[in-house]
Nanobody, 123 residues
Framework: VQLVESGGGSVQAGGSLRLSCVASERTFSMPSMGWFRQAPGKEREFVAGISWSGASTYYADSVKGRFTLSRDNAKNTAYLQMSSLKPEDTAVYYC?????????????????WGQGTQVTVSS
């Protein structure tokens, strides 16, 4: 089981980044995937989730309209396109895989996690 995030970096407010999460074939075949983030001193929070087919997505209110989650099952890769970034988006971003067929927002509902990638947005 392996999930590897990439694409993090530093960007100015209003800019964009695209995060990628590459998984093993077994992990990527799990029913749903999610992205979470954790800022210093704060709890890990849900950002976005997607079903295996990609037909269903769900976003936290804080990122709705700015972030887009997609997946390419042929490449075992999920993408989190982040636009109109704000300083409050600064965090370590994690992708995770779940056995649930519904998109969950709780960290406890996810079975496997990547190591995270840092996103820093400066004002």
């Amino acid at each position: 089981v392996q999930l590897v995030e990439s694409g993090g970096g530093s960007v100015q407010a209003g800019g964009s980044l695209r995060l990628s999460c590459v998984a093993s074939e077994r992990t990527f075949s799990m029913p749903s995937m999610g992205w979470f983030r954790q800022a210093p001193g704060k709890e890990r929070e849900f950002v976005a989730g997607i079903s295996w087919s990609g037909a269903s997505t769900y976003y936290a209110d804080s990122v709705k309209g700015r972030f887009t989650l997609s997946r390419d099952n042929a490449k075992n890769t999920a993408y989190l396109q982040m636009s109109s970034l704000k300083p409050e988006d600064t965090a370590v971003y994690y992708c995770a895989a779940s056995r649930l067929t519904v998109i969950a927002t709780l960290t406890s509902r996810y079975d496997y996690w990547g190591q995270g990638t840092q996103v820093t947005v400066s004002s």
